[in-house]
C-alpha cells in the first residue's frame, strides 16, 4: 500500500512541480539565452549575408526571417528550444517517457543546425531552400502538435491508473 501511494503522490508531485518550475525557468533563463544567441550569435552572419546579397533580413529577438525578390512572405527560421519544445517535453517528464523527451531534444539539436544553413543558402540563392525552410515550419508545428498530444495522451492515462488505484484502496 505505500508503494501505490508513494506512486500516486509522486505524479502529482511531478506534475506540480513541471508545470510550475519549467515554465519560470524558459522565462527567466532559456529565453534570454535564447535571444541573446540570435542577437549576438546568428543575427551579424546573417547581416554580413545581407550586404553581400541584397537580400531584405527581419531579425527579431528570437528568429530571423529573409524576404526575397519574387516572394511574398518571408521564409526563415527560429531558434530553437522554445515553447514549442518545453511545453510537450515537460508533459514527457511528468509521464516519465524518456524516448519521446530525448527524441524533441535530437528534433531541437536538428533545427539548431539545418534551417539556418538553409538560411545561407536561400540568402545566396539557392531558391530551393526557401521551400525546404517553409515545409520545415509546417512539420515543426505538426511535431508540438503530435508531441503535445502523446504527451497528453499519456499522462491522462496515468491520471486514470491512478484514479483507479485510489478506488481500490
Known sequence: MDLIKRRLESFRFRALLCLSLIPLLYILLIRPVRAHF?????????????????????????RINIQSDGYSSPRGFGVPFGGYFWLPFSIFLISRQKSPALGLVGYHFFLGIIPPYLGILFCRGQYWAGTVLQINELIFQAVFLIALFFGIKESVDQWQEEKELKILQ
Open 38 to 62: 540570435n542577437q549576438q550569435i546568428i543575427a551579424p552572419y546573417f547581416l554580413a549575408l545581407q550586404e553581400e546579397n541584397q537580400k531584405k533580413l527581419t531579425i527579431e529577438n528570437r
